[in-house]
């Protein structure tokens, strides 16, 4: 009952759901794939084609154990098994995530997408303060990362690389990207400093910072984000600095301290019905958590007060009692209240007239 999910060069990833109900990805080296088969038309041996390309996975496997972290997809286990006309074929049993769409990224709420950005930051500053010494991925794609309940995880770890450059002047030591480059010291100790956390902090910011961060964020945020996305893209900062950032943006969002001095204050009166919704009326809005209607999340009633007054079509608003990642409310925006129907889950607040 697996289902082909897609494959690379070397490995191939399939979908199976357990006996239990849970979905999991199985991991293999692809028989047809590109490795093994330019591999088997140079050296004509299958099997030690096979075993060449296996240790691609097997790296990955045992990296995948020894860098365990929340932002790491999860190794559940491994088999062997005689496949073909070749004896202990390996495969890998993950934690199963969706690939990274960043066309679709783009169109989701600021707030999933600053998650993101964060579970990257946090990753990021495991990898330079790991067990292992400091990890740089040598291939940074959004290919090379799943999202699993909305959590940025890495899950192809085989071209990761665990020593820093060996130098011997810091002429050594340039950092090479498409469009910028940098030169970082030699140390005393003939390694070039920091390049596997610089270079893992630079793609983080040409493939995911500068398109994710700023864009739709709360005004009052706007100058702390676009100076991590600057600081990052100077390479000024450290994963340190810049996870202590990040982190910040984080509790400045979620205790609400962003609206301070924020909010208007309108004045306008909406009148409370709870225990109601209106399923109808809805306009759209973006980024929307709903594509029928206009879902937003919000701190406080003060803030959905404000959202209402701030959209020349709102009239009334519903809280729910949902929440998002940080706990903020999700409230749906109307431009009218042509019926209002009982719902135990749901409090509407209805424009007093002009």
């Not at 990833?13 to 093994?36: E, I, N, T």
Request: glycine content about 8%; proline content about 5%.
């Amino acid at each position: 009952g697996a289902q082909y999910v897609g494959s690379g060069y070397t490995k191939t990833v399939y979908r199976v759901r357990l006996p239990g109900g849970a979905a999991v990805a199985l991991k293999a080296v692809d028989f047809s794939g590109h490795d093994l088969g330019s591999c088997v038309r140079e050296f004509g041996a299958r099997r030690g084609c096979y075993r060449l390309a296996a240790h691609k996975l097997l790296k990955e496997m045992v990296l995948l154990e020894r860098l365990r972290h929340p932002n790491v997809l999860q190794l559940y286990g491994y088999c062997y098994q005689d496949s073909e006309d070749i004896p202990d074929t390996l495969t890998t049993i993950t934690e199963l995530g969706a690939p990274v769409e960043m066309i679709q990224l783009l169109q989701t709420s600021w707030e999933d997408r600053f998650r993101i950005c964060l579970s990257l930051g946090r990753l990021l500053h495991h990898l330079a303060h790991s067990p292992l010494g400091s990890v740089t991925l040598l291939d940074f794609r959004p290919r090379q990362f799943v999202l699993v309940d909305g959590e940025l995880k890495v899950t192809d770890l085989d071209d990761a690389r665990v020593e820093e450059t060996r130098c011997t002047s810091s002429s050594d030591c340039a950092l090479e990207f498409p469009a910028r480059n940098f030169s970082l010291p030699c140390s005393a100790q003939g390694w070039c400093e920091g390049m596997n956390e610089k270079r893992n902090l630079y793609n983080a910011y040409r493939f995911f910072f500068t398109y994710l961060l700023p864009h739709s964020a709360p005004s009052s945020l706007r100058p702390l984000l676009d100076s991590i996305v600057n600081a990052t893209g100077e390479l000024a900062w450290g994963v340190d600095e810049t996870l202590a950032q990040l982190e910040k943006v984080l509790h400045l969002y979620r205790s609400g301290q962003y609206l301070q001095n924020a909010t208007t204050g309108s004045g306008a009166e909406y009148r409370r019905i709870p225990g109601s919704t209106v399923p109808q009326d809805n306009y759209h809005c973006w980024p929307s958590y709903h594509h029928g209607g206009c879902l937003l999340s919000v701190f406080n009633l003060a803030e959905a007060v404000d959202v209402c007054e701030s959209h020349a079509q709102c009239r009334a608003f519903v809280l729910t009692n949902q929440t998002t990642w940080t706990g903020r409310q999700l409230v749906f925006f109307k431009s009218g209240r042509s019926q209002v129907v009982p719902d135990p889950n749901k409090t509407t607040y209805v424009r007093a007239l002009d």
